[in-house]
């Protein structure tokens, strides 16, 4: 399957100078009780080096490469406040396209400025016209409806609405649908750009805080309120544990037996959808409707936009102080009013193999079983995709666990124990061998 219009690659392409390098680590102060100095230390750290509070694992499982990619960094967005970012990101077709992602997709979020002002749409017209002319198809169609998609974006802007809290400005679900465009498109121009890669990403922001000199006001903290931005390409995932250990998938795969991508799809394309030998639906020949990447399909709609949906989470006190009954209900992840235990991002050679509840429960069982400094959100990653190997994945996995504000509180309940316990007797290789 080819392009309608062949992709021109210029032989340069100058590069804007870029305001500031996107950071990969936190900043916290130190407590320093010496009578030497009045003045308190400013330590940073790597989140991909605090296994305390992020965790992280891959692994190829019996594949030949690992074309699994995750990334976490610190943004700078219209707030000014810190905006913790943390992203997987499931290539297929070779690690081209999602390498490209884990490089480059969170700084272009902080560049995506001028998508937010452009108040004429000079910029996505821009944008959307180049999609046009050299890819054609499905987004012909876009084109022509470009006004109206851009009012869906904007009218879709400032989604969570607090009556007493004054939110920070958010531009999210203007800037991330066209970013991920604006990069999708900047890796057409790769010269290697034949693969493709799925998305799901997570944003939080603190927007509220009550005054504690011991502790920053980073999400994780107690006393806090935040907003957790999540978008969605592909069939990755985002789960939300509870403080009752409960798991929450907060993200929909797109693919093809999907009905909204079906009705969009065939809303703007032809009816490419098909059966395969396994009686899976399949669109064309592939599994996601939407993805970065995968060239020759975008004419036929395979498309980078996101879905974007937004949720608060934090302390439960302080949200039950600050926020109606009705908004607690509406935007709290299972209408329970925060305390939230963790957030797990993770590919889909986890979720094919093992249930949502049963990733919670990896997590939770190993904190209760292990304990203190052994059981982190690193140690509790690595124990998902163990799992994953034992019991048989095919595919490579992929975990990320970010610790939430109700971290460890969960009560000591296994609600999946005797599954997990009754699959790994099936695989046990002894037990094969005999």
Same mark, same amino acid.
């Given at each position: 399957?080819?392009?309608? /219009?062949?992709?021109?690659?210029?032989?340069?392409?100058?590069? /804007?100078?870029?305001?500031? =390098?996107?950071?990969?680590?936190?900043?916290?102060?130190?407590?320093?009780?010496?009578? %030497?100095?009045?003045?308190?230390?400013?330590?940073?750290?790597?989140?991909?080096?605090?296994?305390?509070?992020?965790?992280?694992?891959?692994?190829?499982?019996?594949?030949?490469?690992?074309? *699994? $990619?995750?990334?976490?960094?610190?943004?700078?967005? %219209? =707030?000014? /406040?810190?905006?913790?970012?943390?992203?997987?990101?499931?290539?297929?077709?070779?690690?081209?396209?999602?390498?490209?992602?884990?490089?480059?997709?969170?700084?272009?979020?902080?560049?995506?400025?001028?998508?937010?002002? *452009?108040?004429?749409?000079?910029?996505?017209?821009?944008?959307?016209?180049?999609?046009?002319?050299?890819?054609?198809?499905?987004?012909?169609?876009?084109? $022509?409806?470009?006004?109206?998609?851009?009012? @869906?974006?904007?009218?879709?802007?400032?989604?969570?609405?607090?009556?007493?809290? !004054?939110?920070?400005?958010?531009?999210?679900?203007?800037?991330?649908?066209?970013?991920?465009?604006?990069?999708?498109?900047?890796?057409?121009?790769?010269?290697?750009? $034949?693969? +493709?890669?799925?998305?799901?990403?997570?944003?939080?922001?603190?927007?509220?805080?009550?005054?504690?000199?011991?502790?920053?006001?980073?999400?994780?903290? /107690?006393?806090?309120?935040?907003?957790?931005?999540?978008?969605?390409?592909?069939?990755?995932?985002?789960?939300?544990? *509870?403080?009752? +250990? *409960? !798991?929450?998938?907060?993200?929909? %795969?797109?693919?093809?037996?999907?009905?909204?991508?079906?009705?969009?799809?065939?809303?703007?394309?032809?009816?490419?959808?098909?059966?395969?030998?396994?009686?899976?639906?399949?669109?064309?020949?592939? !599994?996601?409707?939407?993805?970065?990447?995968?060239?020759?399909?975008?004419?036929?709609?395979?498309?980078?936009?996101?879905?974007?949906?937004?949720?608060?989470?934090?302390?439960?006190?302080?949200?039950?102080?600050?926020?109606?009954?009705?908004?607690?209900?509406?935007?709290?992840?299972?209408?329970?009013?925060?305390?939230?235990?963790?957030? @797990?991002?993770?590919?889909?050679?986890?979720?094919?193999?093992?249930?949502?509840?049963?990733?919670?429960?990896?997590?939770?069982?190993?904190?209760?079983?292990?304990?203190?400094?052994?059981?982190?959100?690193?140690?509790?990653?690595?124990? @998902?995709?163990?799992?994953?190997?034992?019991? +048989?994945?095919?595919?490579?996995?992929?975990?990320?666990?970010?610790?939430?504000?109700?971290?460890? $509180?969960?009560?000591?309940?296994?609600?999946? +124990?005797?599954?997990?316990?009754?699959?790994?007797?099936?695989?046990?290789?002894?037990?094969?061998?005999?």
């Amino acid at each position: 399957m080819v392009l309608a /219009r062949s992709l021109v690659r210029p032989a340069t392409v100058p590069q /804007r100078v870029l305001a500031r =390098s996107i950071s990969s680590s936190i900043t916290f102060t130190a407590i320093d009780k010496s009578p %030497s100095t009045n003045k308190p230390a400013r330590l940073r750290v790597p989140l991909l080096k605090s296994p305390s509070h992020f965790g992280h694992f891959t692994s190829r499982v019996n594949r030949l490469y690992n074309e *699994d $990619k995750y990334s976490a960094h610190v943004l700078e967005l %219209s =707030s000014q /406040r810190p905006v913790f970012n943390f992203t997987v990101f499931d290539g297929h077709g070779g690690s081209q396209c999602s390498t490209f992602l884990a490089d480059n997709l969170a700084q272009k979020i902080e560049d995506g400025l001028p998508f937010v002002e *452009d108040a004429k749409d000079k910029h996505k017209n821009e944008l959307i016209t180049k999609y046009w002319k050299t890819i054609g198809g499905y987004w012909k169609r876009w084109y $022509k409806h470009r006004k109206d998609n851009f009012k @869906v974006m904007k009218k879709l802007n400032n989604s969570v609405k607090l009556a007493n809290i !004054a939110l920070p400005p958010d531009d999210l679900h203007v800037r991330l649908p066209m970013v991920y465009l604006k990069t999708d498109y900047d890796f057409f121009e790769q010269e290697d750009n $034949k693969s +493709g890669s799925t998305c799901t990403l997570a944003l939080i922001e603190t927007v509220y805080s009550e005054p504690d000199h011991l502790h920053t006001d980073y999400y994780f903290n /107690r006393n806090t309120i935040s907003r957790l931005t999540l978008t969605q390409v592909g069939d990755t995932r985002a789960l939300v544990v *509870d403080k009752n +250990g *409960d !798991a929450h998938c907060l993200t929909q %795969s797109h693919h093809p037996s999907n009905p909204m991508e079906a009705s969009r799809l065939r809303k703007y394309a032809a009816n490419f959808f098909m059966t395969d030998s396994f009686g899976e639906e399949r669109f064309i020949s592939l !599994a996601n409707t939407r993805a970065f990447g995968d060239v020759g399909f975008k004419q036929m709609g395979v498309t980078s936009e996101p879905d974007v949906i937004q949720f608060i989470i934090g302390d439960h006190n302080t949200i039950s102080k600050k926020l109606t009954p009705e908004e607690i209900k509406n935007y709290t992840v299972g209408g329970l009013g925060g305390d939230e235990a963790f957030l @797990v991002l993770i590919s889909d050679g986890v979720t094919n193999v093992i249930t949502d509840q049963e990733v919670a429960d990896i997590v939770t069982s190993h904190y209760n079983m292990k304990g203190g400094p052994a059981a982190t959100p690193q140690a509790c990653a690595e124990e @998902v995709i163990k799992f994953v190997e034992y019991v +048989g994945g095919d595919d490579n996995a992929t975990c990320l666990v970010i610790r939430l504000n109700g971290w460890g $509180k969960w009560p000591v309940n296994d609600r999946t +124990g005797e599954l997990r316990q009754t699959r790994m007797d099936d695989y046990n290789p002894r037990k094969l061998r005999g």
